[in-house]
């Protein structure tokens, strides 16, 4: 099908039709409904340096909150299958450290999988997208290189015991794990 040019233009006033919706809403018709999404502020106005590396340690610590939620779920779920009181199966948990640490294992490797999965799904995990920030561009989600780059950017931060990497990131001022891996972290304000 052909493309069409403009419409013919009318001559004359131009007034739109009456409408029964517009009776409705006189002292409305002149209302904004931009908001402040951050993609009108310009990259200037964007987050960068510190203030982009605390919000990635407040993005962090939701996720955080959400996997120990997930964690407790699961162990919910897990003594109901076992039939086993709660507290007499975090008891066992907690005092015998061949346990404990296979938990924290258990734990650090099911952060790994949210973090690749999520990230790899959405372009952010919850806490990054409830503190407005994305991994990578737009364009650089839909290349199959940014799975990879997802996964070499989590197991730095994992590798590098999960506290190191975002400190060093603070105190320099910059992403560091994004400069390592390829892959930067974006604030949309």
């Known amino acids: 099908m052909p493309l069409r040019g403009p419409a013919p233009r009318r001559r004359g006033p131009a007034t739109p039709a009456p409408s029964r919706v517009n009776g409705l809403f006189k002292d409305r018709r002149d209302l904004s409904f931009e908001q402040g999404t951050g993609f009108h502020g ?59 640490t296979f938990f924290a294992e258990v734990f650090v490797m099911f952060a790994w999988v949210y973090m690749i999965t999520v990230r790899s799904l959405m372009g952010s995990t919850i806490g990054e997208w409830a503190c407005d920030l994305r991994l990578g561009q737009p364009h650089e989600r839909l290349q199959i290189s940014y799975i990879f780059r997802v996964t070499l950017r989590s197991s730095l931060i994992l590798i590098t015991g999960i506290v190191t990497l975002p400190l060093l990131s603070l105190l320099a001022g910059k992403d560091l794990a994004g400069a390592l891996s390829g892959l930067r972290l974006f604030s949309l304000k």
């Open 42 to 100: 310009g990259p200037s106005a964007r987050r960068k340096g510190y203030k982009l590396a605390l919000w990635s340690w407040l993005a962090s610590f939701i996720d955080a909150l959400i996997l120990i939620a997930v964690s407790c779920v699961f162990m919910l779920m897990f003594s109901m299958i076992v039939k086993t009181p709660v507290g007499a199966l975090l008891n066992h948990l907690f005092h015998s450290q061949h346990q404990l």
